[in-house]
């Protein structure tokens, strides 16, 4: 006897049914575990590129930040040489201007002008010096009073500084304007 003649008619159709569903159940799971796989697949192929990209950004950053601190100590450097020189020029004018006042104030040492020979001509009568250690021929010449000439010392010496400032202010803007400070013109903060 065949099992087919001894199971009635609705029996068959009914294990027929559930054999398709559990056909069907088992085509269903399979198709999502087949697709969770790939799905699973491709989200982690993206986060590892997710990570490297990250990662070649933070490099990137790293990199760009170290160029600038070198270029920011480099230009700081650049400043305190500068700084520096500035200050080895206003020492040794200082330096300078001492001896000038020392000199003047020991009678080692005093000023004279130059008169225009036309003017001594007209009546201003000033003898001609002419020392054997003189650079001018026969010109005539007046002598200042060292008070005077202290004043001039003086002032020529607040000139000597400014110019000095004047030559250290010209070499801080050069070393901005020569593009290696962004910092400090305000670009990045």
Known sequence: ???????????????????????????????WQVQDW????????????H????????????????AEQDKRLALEQRLVTSE??????????QRDQDRLRDRLATSDLRLSVILDAADAAKGCEVPATSGAGGVDHATVRARLDPAHAQRIITITHTGDRGLIALQACQAYVRALNDG??????????
Do not use: C, I, W
């Open 180 to 189: 290696s400070a962004p910092f400090l013109r305000g670009e990045h903060r």
């Open 51 to 66: 990570t490297e990209t990250l990662n070649q950004l933070n490099q990137a950053s790293a990199a760009q930040q170290r």
């Open 38 to 49: 790939r799905y699973g697949k491709q989200l982690a192929e993206q986060a590892r590129l």
């Open 1 to 31: 006897m065949r099992l087919g003649e001894l199971t009635p008619a609705p029996y068959r159709l009914l294990a027929k049914g559930v054999l398709l569903v559990v056909m069907v159940g088992v085509s269903v799971t399979v198709t």
């Open 84 to 93: 520096q020189t500035h200050y080895r020029a206003l020492s040794d004018a």
